[in-house]
């Protein structure tokens, strides 16, 4: 079976995962949820997609993960895999076709390195729309926002590549994008103007056929992240 609208507290629980196929514990707008999509997508992995009401779970989904987050993967075996990147590592290495981590220890080390970096970018993301929400002077955040993204653009120039782990997008460029789909819906789109390599990254990425897939409007984020913000996410928005 396959839900886009949300299952919450007190909704029947899915039969067992077909055979054929994987299944996937999912929230739409969730960008940590969106890497495992991604994945998904770019491996042709066949997959189905249960959707979570996060702020009412229902029962047998914290059985599955006690933390109660998305992503989580379940095979036919009743295998469960959750987080982001994990779930992702694992696809890419129990589905060996169309490989997105590099082959050698020291390749995988420098992306999982480098999204240790970008996972201390992402709280500024939040911390300027709460601080403009509350009316705050956000300058001093988005030059701290911008040198972050300076740091990434350099990045790209010392390689000389497309992507982040070469000419060709690998799991770390699927790692990164869902937070730069949404610069729009955080009002930081005008912090990339001076990033001239990242910005055509931003480029390249927008014509990947998983992350055409995967993407929502800029119009649906910011509607579902206003709800978020007012404390009423409004997770079948759009449907």
């Known amino acids: 079976?396959?839900?886009?609208?949300?299952?919450?507290?007190?909704?029947?629980?899915?039969?067992?995962?077909?055979?054929?196929?994987?299944?996937?514990?999912?929230?739409?707008?969730?960008?940590?949820?969106?890497?495992?999509?991604?994945?998904?997508?770019?491996?042709?992995?066949?997959?189905?997609?249960?959707?979570?009401?996060?702020?009412?779970?229902?029962?047998?989904?914290?059985?599955?993960?006690?933390?109660?987050?998305?992503?989580?993967?379940?095979?036919?075996?009743?295998?469960?895999?959750?987080?982001?990147?994990?779930t992702s590592e694992y696809l890419d290495e129990v589905y060996p076709e169309k490989k997105l981590l590099p082959a050698t220890p020291f390749g995988k080390a420098k992306q999982r390195m480098m999204l240790e970096h970008f996972s201390k970018i992402i709280p500024h993301f939040f911390k300027i729309t709460s601080a403009r929400r509350k009316g705050d002077d956000v300058s001093g955040l988005e030059a701290e926002l911008k040198e972050k993204f300076t740091d990434l653009n350099n990045r790209l120039v010392k390689e000389k590549t497309r992507f982040f782990g070469g000419d060709t997008i690998t799991l770390i460029d699927y790692m990164?994008?869902?937070?730069?789909?949404?610069?729009?819906?955080?009002?930081?789109?005008?912090?990339?103007?001076?990033?001239?390599?990242?910005?055509?990254?931003?480029?390249?990425?927008?014509?990947d056929q998983a992350v055409k897939a995967t993407m929502h409007s800029t119009d649906n984020h910011r509607v579902f992240f206003k709800s978020f913000q007012d404390g009423e996410p409004d997770y079948d928005y759009g449907l």
């Open 1 to 86: 079976m396959s839900s886009e609208k949300c299952f919450a507290k007190g909704s029947p629980a899915p039969g067992p995962v077909p055979q054929d196929r994987l299944r996937l514990y999912s929230m739409r707008f969730c960008p940590f949820a969106q890497r495992t999509r991604l994945v998904l997508h770019a491996k042709g992995i066949k997959f189905d997609t249960i959707n979570i009401n996060l702020k009412d779970k229902p029962d047998w989904f914290l059985e599955k993960n006690p933390y109660g987050l998305v992503p989580v993967i379940e095979t036919p075996a009743g295998e469960v895999v959750f987080e982001s990147m994990i």
């Open 176 to 207: 990164m994008w869902p937070f730069f789909e949404r610069l729009e819906m955080f009002e930081v789109q005008h912090c990339l103007n001076h990033t001239h390599e990242l910005k055509k990254w931003t480029e390249y990425m927008l014509e």
